[in-house]
């Protein structure tokens, strides 16, 4: 385990595995609908081209980068885009991919966005839920973990930038901020 880190919550294994569930469980539902998923930046890099490899239907890929938490371990509540999707939204069946849930912030007010440019349908899914950080009504429609109210990093997440070449989810050690 990294010394910056408190515990382990999922191991690489664990992760493993429940991206291939999910994987399997969002091929079945687009089943001939060829969706853009859209993985946003950078925390869920790692999560979005695991699951599309796990994925077995025909779908196309892009990102966008968006900024709601700066360098501090606390939601600011501002969502700012900071790269735009290179795909028009426009009558797409969209698949957002996100690292974590947590205030919801960033997922309302991307799912509101999308549906304003002309989306067909969007649906979220987020490898980690973290239910107590809710702070507007926003749901994933599939997730993989919940977490506890606590930093977590690995796995694509970041603090500050580091850790997230971790292949596994823990609790960041607050003694290294
Ligand atoms: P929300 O907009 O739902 O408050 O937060 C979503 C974003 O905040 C996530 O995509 C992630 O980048 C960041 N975030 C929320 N909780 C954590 C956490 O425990 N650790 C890290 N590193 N980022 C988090």
């Known amino acids: 385990m990294h010394p ?49 490899k796990e994925m077995s239907i025909d779908l196309e890929l892009d990102f966008m980068d968006v900024s709601s938490y700066g360098n501090a371990t606390e939601s600011s509540g501002e969502v700012r885009i900071l790269m735009d999707l ?6 797409r069946d969209i698949i957002l991919v996100e690292d974590i849930v947590d205030t919801g ?5 991307l799912k509101g966005l999308l549906y304003e440019r002309g989306a067909k349908s969007v649906t979220i899914i987020s490898l980690l839920d973290k239910p107590d950080g809710r702070k507007v009504e926003i749901e994933a429609d599939y997730y993989g973990f919940i977490v506890p109210d606590a930093f977590v990093v690995g796995y694509g997440i970041d ?7 971790l292949p596994y989810i823990g609790i960041f050690n607050q003694e290294f901020l």
């Open 105 to 109: 912030n960033t997922l309302k007010f």
């Open 86 to 91: 290179s795909t028009p939204a426009v009558g």
């Open 4 to 52: 910056h880190l408190k515990e382990i919550l999922f191991s690489r294994e664990q992760i493993e595995e429940k991206v291939k569930e999910l994987a399997k469980v969002v091929s079945n539902d687009y089943e001939g609908k060829y969706p853009l998923v859209v993985g946003i930046l950078k925390g869920s890099a790692m999560f979005t081209t695991d699951l599309i």
């Open 159 to 165: 603090y500050a930038e580091k850790y997230r070449s």
